[in-house]
């Protein structure tokens, strides 16, 4: 299993990469792995404005639907769209083309209260 050091994680597994006040968000491979192929991402492109533990999403996998929670609290600028046609993707590379949203940061603190690398492995028996 990959696990990126420069990455922030949730005990929701979504990570966080955090360049400037952008936050990209996507799930971690335990996630992919746990939810099974991923067959649908239905983001909301109606939600501008998340909070952090706020669900902005749902990803659909062979085994289960999973809500998709903000980790941080902002406005969502910027949607994966080639998840849609290609939901596959977030199996295939989870931390890079299988990011879900990027957001604007209201309270780049929140970043703080999330995990890093080692906790996040602790979390999940690594």
């Not at 006040?21 to 067959?39: F, P, R």
């Amino acid at each position: 299993m990959n696990f990126p050091n420069d990455l922030k994680y949730t005990e929701d597994h979504e990570w966080l990469r955090v360049n400037g006040n952008i936050g990209t968000v996507g799930i971690t491979d335990h996630a992919q792995g746990e939810l099974g192929d991923v067959v649908f991402v239905d983001i909301d492109e109606g939600k501008l404005n998340v909070s952090a533990g706020e669900a902005f999403g749902t990803i659909e996998a062979v085994k289960t639907v999973a809500d998709m929670l903000a980790p941080v609290s902002g406005k969502i600028v910027e949607i994966n769209k080639s998840i849609n046609d290609n939901p596959e993707i977030v199996n295939n590379d989870p931390y890079g083309e299988g990011w879900m949203v990027k957001i604007e940061m209201s309270d780049p603190s929140e970043v703080n209260k999330l995990m890093d690398v080692d906790a996040y492995k602790q979390l999940i028996g690594q």
